[in-house]
Structure formats: structure tokens, C-alpha cells
């Protein structure tokens, strides 16, 4: 049971100082308390934990306009952060861990400036049918965050810059390009700004859960661990991934989100296999390429080592089989 809230901001726009925070105050949040976390990036495409950086974005682009890739802990899809989108976290244990009162937190605060806004599929929050808030969730043992963007000003045009976005995505969504499907919340509330966003989360994250908020204790803040982590998130091996130099590809996009499977074959045995995909679920894919890997590349020594896979949940079960589903298309 939640006893207390805390919140922070991030005085920080570098996007791995913010990310190294973020899992920084996951594994000390203690057992009764949740924290309410805000930042911002400057000029940032954020891709989830499973993604192909090259795939999602102009990467030579971005970085040569003086801009930032990061990959995040958790699943889901590209992003694009600026100083006109609000980053928040929310940060409890396992068991405290409950997605639609979070949500409704956004929800709340966003309904408060006289927005309608109201959840949508799998993990946005729109108004009008444009999304400004996308949200994506990690869980480690007993740690859990959930976190999300929520669109203020943000700059469209370079969002669709840096972004690539399939054309089955937009055509999931009937939409023809990024700029038609998100929304900011000034085009419906002109004088919003970040300080009053901020205000309006704070008050909606005490009211949702019927407790005083208060500020994070800075004495419980270490600069040289948060330090360490955000090393990691800016790391070229993290960012970036490794590629493989891969003999057989394929892709589709399912009702979870798109995967892409390559695969390095020699000598009649799978060497390397790689998962990229944008779905919600980390787990999974990184399941799959493990048991894949140094297998004779045989259709049922294939599909039955996928089949074996254990699974958590109904949404696992489902991606196993649209996987194996994937993978008999290689032979």
C-alpha cells in the first residue's frame, strides 16, 4: 500500500544524465512510495529497448543538427523529445504498480486546463483523436516504471525529421504521416507552458492517490552512482546495439506492434539472431533470440524451441505465436 509521494525534477536537458536518474530512483524507491518524476530532453529521439536505431531514425541527421539517440529500459516505440514536451515517471514497487491509476493522473491533470483527453489503444493518450502522450512500461523484479511524453509545443516538423515510422504503422493508425496523428496541447490550450503543466501533474498525482506530496529528499540522491548509469545510456554499445552481418530477414507488423527477425546462418546452424521490434514487452523477443541462437536451422528444431519459450501472460502467448508464425517463412 502507498503511504507517501514524492516528486523531482530533473534539472538536466541531457537526455542519458535523465535516463541515468530515472533507473537511479527505481531501485530506491521504497516499498510504500511512489514518486512522480519530470524531465526534459533537448533535441532527442528516444527508441525503445528492442529497436534498430538505424531503422527508427535519421541518426547521422540528428546527431550532425547537435541532437541526441538514446534507448530506453523499456519496450514500445520511437519518440522525439524537445523543451516542448514533458517527460514523466512514475516509480513503485511491483506491487503498488497500477497503470490506470497512474493514467489517471494525466488524465485528470490534462482535464483540469479544460482538455478532453482520454485514453486510446495500447498505450497513448490523445484528445481529438491526436496523440499527445505516448506511454511505455518497465519492470525488473520488484522495481516498476511507467513512464511517457506529454506534447506541450513540440516541434512537428522536426519529429518528422528525425523520425521513421513504417508506412503499416501509419496505415494501423489511418493516418498518412507523423505531423497528422499527434496533437500539442497548446493547439488547445494556447497559454500552457512547462511550469504549469508541471503544477497541474503535481495536484493530480496527490488527488488520484489521496496523499500530500512532497519533494524528494536530496540527501537520498548519490551523484556518482546516477553518474555511472547515465555513462551506460550514452554509450555507443547501448545506443546503438550490435548489428550482425545477417544472412535472412523478415518482417511484419502484428496487432502488438512490428517485428523484424535477422538471422546469421552458416554451416547449416542459426549463429546470431537479432529481435527488433517496438512492442510493449521486452522480455519476449530477448527470450526468443536466446534460445534461437546455435540452432541447426530446421524448420521444427526452429518452431519447437520458440514453442518452448515460456511465456508470463496472455499478451506473450500471443506474440510466441505470431512469431512462430514469422519464422516458417524461412523455409
Not at 518524476?37 to 533535441?43: G, T
Not at 530477448?286 to 530446421?298: N, T
Amino acid at each position: 500500500m502507498i503511504e507517501k509521494l514524492y516528486t523531482i525534477e530533473s534539472g538536466s536537458l541531457n537526455p542519458y544524465l535523465n535516463m541515468g536518474l530515472e533507473e537511479y530512483l527505481m531501485y530506491h524507491t521504497g516499498r510504500e512510495e511512489c514518486i512522480l518524476y519530470l524531465w526534459q530532453n533537448e533535441r532527442t529521439v528516444v527508441i525503445g529497448r528492442n529497436q534498430n536505431a538505424w531503422k527508427e531514425c535519421q541518426t547521422e541527421e540528428l546527431e550532425g543538427d547537435g541532437g541526441y539517440l538514446a534507448r530506453r529500459l523499456s519496450g514500445g516505440g520511437a519518440v522525439f523529445h524537445d523543451l516542448g514536451n514533458l517527460n514523466f515517471t512514475f516509480l513503485v514497487r511491483k506491487e503498488n504498480f497500477n497503470v490506470e491509476k497512474q493514467t489517471e493522473v494525466i488524465l485528470r491533470a490534462v482535464n483540469s486546463l479544460g482538455i478532453h483527453a482520454e485514453k486510446s489503444g495500447r498505450n497513448d493518450i490523445t484528445v481529438d483523436g491526436c496523440k499527445f502522450s505516448g506511454n511505455a512500461y518497465f519492470r525488473t523484479g520488484d522495481y516498476c516504471y511507467h513512464h511517457g511524453t506529454i506534447l506541450l509545443h513540440a516541434d512537428r516538423e522536426l519529429m518528422e525529421k528525425y523520425l521513421h515510422v513504417s508506412d503499416k504503422k501509419l496505415e494501423s493508425k489511418g493516418v498518412d504521416s507523423i505531423r497528422s496523428r499527434v496533437g500539442n496541447l497548446c493547439d488547445w490550450a494556447p497559454e500552457l507552458n512547462r511550469e504549469r503543466m508541471a503544477e497541474k501533474l503535481k495536484e493530480a498525482f496527490g488527488v488520484c492517490f489521496g496523499l500530500p506530496v512532497e519533494d524528494f529528499p536530496g540527501e537520498r540522491l548519490a551523484g556518482e552512482e546516477i553518474s555511472r548509469l547515465a555513462e551506460r545510456f550514452s554509450s555507443w554499445d547501448w545506443k546503438y546495439g550490435r548489428q550482425i552481418p545477417f544472412s535472412k530477414e523478415t518482417e511484419e507488423r502484428f496487432s502488438w506492434g512490428e517485428m523484424r527477425i535477422q538471422l546469421r546462418v552458416d554451416g547449416g546452424r542459426i549463429q546470431e539472431t537479432r529481435l527488433f521490434t517496438d512492442a510493449l514487452d521486452v522480455e519476449l523477443a530477448e527470450r526468443a533470440e536466446k534460445c534461437l541462437s546455435g540452432l541447426v536451422f530446421q524448420k521444427k528444431a526452429v518452431l519447437d524451441a520458440i514453442d518452448g519459450i515460456p511465456t508470463d501472460n496472455a499478451m506473450q502467448a500471443r506474440m510466441k505465436n505470431d512469431i512462430c508464425g514469422l519464422m516458417e517463412s524461412f523455409f
